[in-house]
């Protein structure tokens, strides 16, 4: 057992645990017919029961995961499992019915049902259902309140409720300008953008995959490994000091890492051309502000000619341009993280004169 906790807490360090969620989106789309079955499906969320159990035997992983805060996300978890284990279910079923022309199931007249009596008879039980929960969690589960707020004596670590946590990951790696406000809006300014950017009506009111891969493909990957998984690794994974915890080991508030942050112009003019710091900000940070113009700007005309060539011939150049800015913007994150992670880079843009930094 005690290697067994060994791996988990070494394949749950940061840049494994995303590196590992990406690689594990892949592969379910790419073997989604196999991972369709019932079989499957259940089989998954039987292992993660059976993890949950026995780890929690441990008293490190009992812990963290009884604490009234963290069971919701317990339950997010397996949730979050099977509502994509479902749809992606959903879609092979349709997939396979449309290539025998028969259409997909949400289009047959005998899967429809009236909205009365039952829709209201449905929604009348799952209301009950969720009260009686509701009503036991509540008389098992303490509310998680704490004393009074003092400033001399805050939580180690401080972290925000759950839904926030995702942000809050965010501010670790960038500033909170850039955490809190512009990339927050960018997300609700590109969901406003789908219906005019993605016009195929393929795929509208019915499950498919086939039909809208890359669409399904890239919000997948920004819905659980960008947000639903930076939520698991705030809840679980975060610790005193905001350091990274493996599920099974001690939350010791002395724990020191040795993480020196540098700036890209520290790995340009010190560590690359063995020189001192330029004393003039643009000079200095001109190789961050060049890399941020050609990755802002220049990268998506790359990627039209070349890798989305079929995509710009398909949207046009005004659609092109606005999803391949969003698409970037959001690249932006996984990859200050493995930076962050890899290279102790801290800022690739640091102007402090101005506090101003990306």
Same mark, same amino acid.
């Given at each position: 057992?005690?290697l067994?906790?060994?791996?988990?807490?070494?394949v749950m360090e940061p840049w494994?645990?995303?590196a590992?969620?990406?690689? #594990?989106?892949?592969?379910?789309?790419?073997? @989604?017919?196999?991972?369709?079955?019932n079989?499957v499906?259940?089989g998954?969320?039987?292992f !993660?029961?059976?993890f949950f159990?026995v780890?929690s035997?441990?008293?490190?992983? @009992?812990?963290?995961?009884?604490?009234?805060?963290?069971?919701?996300?317990v +339950?997010?978890?397996?949730l979050?499992?099977?509502?994509?284990w479902?749809s992606i279910?959903?879609?092979?079923?349709?997939?396979?019915?449309i290539l025998?022309?028969?259409?997909?199931?949400e289009?047959?007249?005998?899967d /429809?049902?009236?909205?009365w009596?039952?829709?209201v008879y449905?929604?009348?039980?799952?209301?009950?259902?969720?009260?009686?929960?509701?009503?036991v969690?509540? %008389?098992?589960?303490?509310?998680?309140?704490?004393?009074?707020?003092?400033?001399?004596n805050?939580p180690n670590?401080?972290?925000?409720p759950w839904?926030?946590l *995702?942000l809050?990951?965010?501010?670790v790696?960038f500033?909170?300008? !850039?955490? *809190?406000?512009?990339?927050?809006?960018?997300?609700?300014?590109?969901?406003?953008?789908?219906?005019?950017i993605?016009?195929?009506?393929k +795929? $509208? *009111?019915?499950f498919?995959?086939?039909e @809208?891969?890359?669409?399904?493909?890239i919000?997948?990957?920004g819905?659980?490994?960008?947000?639903c998984?930076?939520?698991?690794?705030?809840?679980f994974? @975060?610790?005193?000091?905001?350091?990274f915890f493996?599920?099974?080991?001690?939350?010791?508030?002395?724990?020191?890492?040795?993480?020196?942050?540098? $700036? #890209?112009s520290?790995?340009?003019w %010190? /560590?690359?051309l063995?020189t +001192?710091?330029?004393?003039?900000?643009? %000079?200095r940070?001109?190789?961050? %502000?060049?890399?941020?113009?050609?990755y802002?700007?220049v990268?998506?005309?790359i990627? +039209?000619?070349t890798v989305?060539?079929?995509?710009y011939a398909?949207?046009g150049?005004?659609r =092109?341009?606005?999803?391949?800015?969003?698409?970037v913007?959001m690249?932006?994150?996984?990859?200050?993280?493995?930076?962050?992670?890899?290279?102790?880079?801290? =800022?690739?843009?640091n102007?402090?004169? =101005?506090?101003?930094?990306i």
């Amino acid at each position: 057992m005690g290697l067994l906790k060994a791996i988990v807490n070494t394949v749950m360090e940061p840049w494994y645990f995303l590196a590992g969620a990406v690689v #594990l989106l892949l592969f379910v789309l790419w073997q @989604r017919e196999k991972i369709a079955s019932n079989a499957v499906g259940y089989g998954v969320l039987g292992f !993660l029961a059976a993890f949950f159990l026995v780890g929690s035997f441990d008293p490190n992983f @009992r812990l963290i995961i009884t604490k009234p805060d963290n069971v919701p996300i317990v +339950g997010l978890i397996f949730l979050l499992v099977f509502f994509v284990w479902y749809s992606i279910r959903e879609a092979v079923l349709n997939d396979r019915r449309i290539l025998a022309g028969a259409g997909p199931i949400e289009k047959a007249e005998s899967d /429809r049902v009236w909205v009365w009596p039952d829709l209201v008879y449905t929604e009348l039980i799952s209301l009950i259902v969720c009260s009686v929960i509701l009503i036991v969690w509540s %008389i098992l589960l303490k509310a998680p309140l704490e004393q009074p707020a003092n400033p001399a004596n805050t939580p180690n670590p401080s972290k925000a409720p759950w839904y926030f946590l *995702g942000l809050q990951e965010m501010l670790v790696y960038f500033d909170p300008w !850039l955490a *809190g406000v512009v990339l927050p809006g960018l997300i609700i300014v590109g969901l406003i953008c789908i219906p005019y950017i993605d016009k195929n009506p393929k +795929g $509208n *009111g019915y499950f498919t995959f086939v039909e @809208r891969k890359a669409e399904i493909t890239i919000f997948l990957f920004g819905f659980v490994v960008l947000w639903c998984s930076l939520i698991v690794l705030g809840t679980f994974l @975060r610790g005193p000091n905001w350091n990274f915890f493996g599920p099974f080991e001690f939350w010791d508030v002395h724990k020191l890492e040795a993480l020196t942050n540098v $700036n #890209l112009s520290e790995y340009v003019w %010190i /560590r690359w051309l063995h020189t +001192g710091l330029p004393s003039f900000w643009l %000079i200095r940070e001109s190789p961050g %502000i060049i890399l941020v113009l050609f990755y802002v700007f220049v990268l998506p005309v790359i990627l +039209g000619k070349t890798v989305f060539k079929m995509y710009y011939a398909k949207l046009g150049a005004p659609r =092109y341009y606005v999803a391949s800015f969003l698409f970037v913007v959001m690249m932006s994150l996984p990859l200050k993280m493995l930076s962050r992670w890899l290279f102790n880079l801290k =800022y690739v843009v640091n102007i402090g004169e =101005y506090f101003f930094n990306i």
